[in-house]
């Protein structure tokens, strides 16, 4: 099979892998919150609570042109129902689909999406083990601290949970490129979840099921220690969304402290989260709110570019009445210094018809085959090449850092003369 179909293969399985992670993602997820919601609204102090029924509480709601009627149990209906609806396939789906477009779009192409030169020049092989090293070791020590004397103090353990993320990111993106480290320690957190579902949940709800039908009272441990770990996970739940979508923004894996950013943006996402999980109490702690708001301005501030200094007296470039381009004094680079740089690091990929094997497209819909497109890429190309220096992708063109500078003063150059 040629390279070029090949390529044009491999792209519609990511795309089609993609999608169903998205979907089964969403399918979860979803399911997860409406829970949680039902959880946080039922009446607990209705007519159907307040008799004996063994009822916790109940809800109306309205939806899809219908009404629905809901009771929760406080521990079980005296008899269990013939059809019992289970929630499970969503998240084994979720991580199957998951782990093949990791294997598919990084552990396939380790040498462009998982190494960078600047970080550490590791072999492929390396950073594949790194990557799946840290799913591994991440769901044994979390689990092994949640069956440790931690376990009853839920603070303590959540704070221990979240530092151990936060080495994680520190140490993945002391190995591999930011990307890679990004999506390892999401891959690490989403494994937990699923883990959690698959091996502690589910199993101590079949054992209630289990009981409840030979009549015997469950077994309170095991459903405690459940209740730990979904609300573990309910808490995982932003800061594993933002890191999926983060891939398509490299100002936040680019950043030279990208495993900060991180922290502070997943710090922020479990604040979002609590406030969702406690806005309906009469008293909560409603700092939590704008300190997590105020914590994404926080990261935005953190990522910010930096123009370099244009030295005084330097003027932009002009055009004369005759449309030729006229140096002025100080050399500012020009359209026609960057035209090379780009067509010789970045056209190979970023072109509508790409010459570097395994690309049919350019990358993001990002051609930068004419002065008009380059020029309407400029704030991109700006942040990608010096900012980020994401691009080009692990380096592979080798572009040296007197071609960034002259982008770099390029686009500051642009930029005053706005
Ligand atoms: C080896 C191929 C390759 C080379 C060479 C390359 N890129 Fe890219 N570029 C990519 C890929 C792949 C993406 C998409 C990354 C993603 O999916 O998020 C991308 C994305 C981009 C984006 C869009 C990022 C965004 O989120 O807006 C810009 C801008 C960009 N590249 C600029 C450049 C410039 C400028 C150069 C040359 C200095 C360059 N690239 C060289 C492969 C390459």
Redesign the pocket.
Known sequence: MDGALTAHLHDWLNLLLRWAHFITGVAWIGASFYFNWLENHLERQSRAASSDSGIAGDLWAVHGGGFYYLQKYEVAPPKLPTTLHWFKYEAYFTFITGFVLLCSLYYFNAS?YMIDPRVAEIAPGQAVLIGLASLVLSWFFYDALCRSALSDKGLLLGLVIFVWFAFLAYALSSLLSG?AAYIHVGAAIGTIMVANVAHVIIPAQRDMVDALSSGQAPDGARGKNALLRSRHNNYFTLPVLFIMIS?????TYGNSLNWLVLVVIAIAGVGVRHFFNVRHLEKYQRWVLPVSLALLLLAVYMTRPSLPTVPAGAEPVTESAAGQEVEAEAATPTMADVVP??EQ??????SSA?T?PG?VAP??G?A?DTQEEIEL?GP??F???VTTR?????N??Q?TAQ?RDT?ARWYAGKVRNQ
């Open positions: 462009a990307r891939n398509h923004y490299p100002t740089i780009i690091r970045c056209t190979g990929c970023h790409p570097q690309f990358p993001l990002v930068l890429h991109r190309i942040a990608t090449v994401t691009m080009p992708l692990a592979l063109t572009m071609e982008i």
